[in-house]
């Protein structure tokens, strides 16, 4: 069994670079496509965690299981449409997670720019008034807006009609 850890020179398999492990097996480099989903991917998953933490912090507010009990949150009745409403608001970042993944460049650059844009829309929307929910609010979108920047910027270094 070859151990032998290779050169500082990786050798190619059709112009993409490789690495080689210690068994001598060569494995692929990432390529820049591969990099930016992980990037946008990894913004989403910072999103959701942001999101779930911030719901989660909101029930040790005084008052507030109290008021979900009751039906009523904030003055607002929550109806099966808002409850569904809210499903597909937290639905469209885990969706994300996966897509900026597996969706090829050209969808997969506009898709982050309209869920990016439709997801800040509905946190501003949502109108936090509270320091701790603006807090929140503000990492979340100035992520999202992140995600809109680097989808926006994002140029195909292998143009092809294929993606």
Same mark, same amino acid.
């Given at each position: 069994?070859?151990?032998?850890?290779? *050169?500082?020179?990786?050798?190619?398999?059709?112009? $993409?670079?490789?690495?080689?492990?210690?068994?001598?097996? !060569?494995?692929?480099?990432?390529? /820049?496509?591969?990099? #930016?989903?992980?990037?946008?991917? $990894?913004?989403?998953?910072?999103?959701?965690?942001?999101?779930?933490?911030? *719901?989660?912090?909101?029930?040790?507010?005084?008052?507030?299981?109290?008021?979900?009990?009751?039906?009523?949150?904030?003055?607002?009745?929550? $109806? %099966?449409?808002?409850?569904?409403?809210?499903?597909? #608001?937290? %639905?469209?970042?885990?969706? #994300? =997670?996966?897509?900026?993944? =597996?969706?090829?460049?050209?969808?997969?650059?506009?898709?982050?720019?309209?869920? !990016?844009? @439709?997801?800040?829309?509905?946190? @501003?929307?949502?109108? /936090?008034?509270?320091? *701790? %929910?603006?807090?929140f609010s503000t990492i979340e979108v100035v992520a999202m807006s992140l995600i809109v920047w680097y989808a926006w910027k994002w140029a195909n270094p292998e143009p092809s009609p294929k993606n």
């Amino acid at each position: 069994m070859n151990t032998q850890v290779a *050169d500082s020179h990786p050798p190619t398999k059709g112009g $993409t670079a490789m690495k080689m492990n210690l068994l001598g097996k !060569g494995i692929e480099m990432e390529s /820049p496509i591969m990099v #930016m989903k992980a990037k946008l991917s $990894t913004l989403w998953i910072f999103i959701l965690l942001n999101i779930i933490f911030a *719901d989660i912090h909101g029930l040790l507010k005084p008052g507030f299981l109290e008021e979900i009990m009751t039906g009523t949150v904030n003055g607002t009745q929550m $109806t %099966e449409g808002l409850l569904l409403l809210g499903a597909v #608001m937290i %639905e469209v970042p885990i969706a #994300m =997670v996966l897509l900026s993944r =597996v969706l090829k460049y050209r969808v997969n650059r506009w898709v982050n720019i309209i869920a !990016g844009a @439709i997801t800040i829309a509905l946190v @501003i929307n949502n109108r /936090p008034t509270a320091p *701790d %929910e603006i807090f929140f609010s503000t990492i979340e979108v100035v992520a999202m807006s992140l995600i809109v920047w680097y989808a926006w910027k994002w140029a195909n270094p292998e143009p092809s009609p294929k993606n």
